[in-house]
């Protein structure tokens, strides 16, 4: 590690997570008694030596990496390849950032471990860059390890009474470089114009509603009459599905404001008329329009539009 070889230290860091992967594929795969193609996903520290940081957290040396390793059939690793790409980039859309700002970017140099390559491109305020890496790494690694350490890494198929190396499909994504995409893509300003003609303008984190790390925020109109207590029992309830903020300090337009700049996709407001008929009105953060329902229906009302696996069943 240096930025001249005169001054560089010899430092021994991995560069992916995958290996400790490779090492115990198949301690994984007899005690989980998995048939293949299966696949192995890790999160863990990764380096690399990067010479001049830069870009923000977009390049770092030490940075958080997901890598998952799909053990595959020789001869099937193309398809699995095409299937990993499409799939992967089906996740990065349905998180609703626009389908133009994704793109892949095919190899044309492949690394001496693979037979194809690509990248997840996202287009950032500095461009066009990768936040994914989807390999066919066929079957180096566990050849590799299996020549070196002297131990057989071979995988015995039932079905063909044949014993074979697996052949390796990899998909490895940047935390922070997705981390970063996330907020560069959801950060917004917006003009808005009062009915009186005069002009506001406001700061609002457009996540997704199931990355957003606060669900909902609870206000009762005003401090007074009950409201803040009937506002504490709505509050009570829904905390222990999602993560909720109260909130009774300011003018309700204040409070979405600052709701609004932390990604908040959901406000709850409790005023008079809730006193009188158990109804609510719920606020959207991106379009501003309210809607009053019953207190009864607001679990599943929010559950349905915040729960990550009404996301994950898109793919």
């Not at 590690?1 to 994984?28: D, W």
């Not at 996740?91 to 793109?103: K, P, S």
């Not at 190396?165 to 940047?174: F, N």
């Not at 981390?179 to 996540?207: C, H, N, P, W």
Request: charged share 30%; hydrophobic share 35%; aromatic share 12%.
């Amino acid at each position: 590690m240096g930025s001249t070889s005169e001054s560089a230290n010899k430092i021994y860091l991995r560069p992916e997570t995958a290996q400790g992967i490779f090492v115990n594929y198949l301690n994984v795969q007899k005690s989980g008694r998995m048939k293949i193609p299966f696949g192995i996903a890790q999160i863990g520290k990764a380096f690399r030596n990067e010479i001049v940081a830069r870009q923000f957290i977009f390049r770092m040396r030490e940075f958080e990496q997901m890598e998952m390793q799909f053990f595959v059939p020789p001869g099937t690793e193309l398809e699995w390849f095409e299937h990993w790409k499409q799939h992967r980039m089906k996740w990065h859309r349905t998180l609703g950032f626009g389908d133009d700002n994704y793109r892949f970017h095919d190899h044309d140099k492949l690394a001496h471990y693979a037979n194809a390559a690509t990248d997840i491109e996202f287009k950032f305020p500095f461009g066009f860059k990768e936040v994914e890496g989807i390999h066919s790494r066929t079957d180096f690694d566990l050849e590799s390890h299996q020549e070196y350490s002297g131990k057989k890494l071979q995988y015995f198929d039932p079905e063909t009474n044949k014993n074979y190396v697996p052949y390796v499909v990899e998909t490895s994504i940047g935390v922070d470089r997705m981390f970063l995409q996330i907020i560069s893509a959801a950060y917004t300003e917006e003009t808005l114009t009062k009915e009186d003609g005069s002009t506001d303008s406001r700061v609002v984190m457009k996540l997704p509603p199931a990355l957003a790390p606060v669900k909902l925020a609870v206000f009762p109109l005003t401090k007074k009459d009950g409201l803040p207590d009937k506002a504490r029992t709505i509050m009570n309830e829904l905390k222990f599905d999602f993560n909720c903020q109260y909130e009774e300090k300011d003018s309700i337009g204040k409070r979405y404001r600052r709701q609004d700049a932390i990604g908040t996709p959901y406000c709850i407001t409790v005023d008079h008329q809730t006193l009188e008929d158990d109804t609510v009105t719920i606020r959207h953060r991106d379009s501003m329009e309210q809607e009053r329902v019953e207190i009864s229906s607001l679990l599943q009302i929010i559950k349905e539009k915040v729960d990550m696996s009404n996301l994950l069943r898109q793919l």
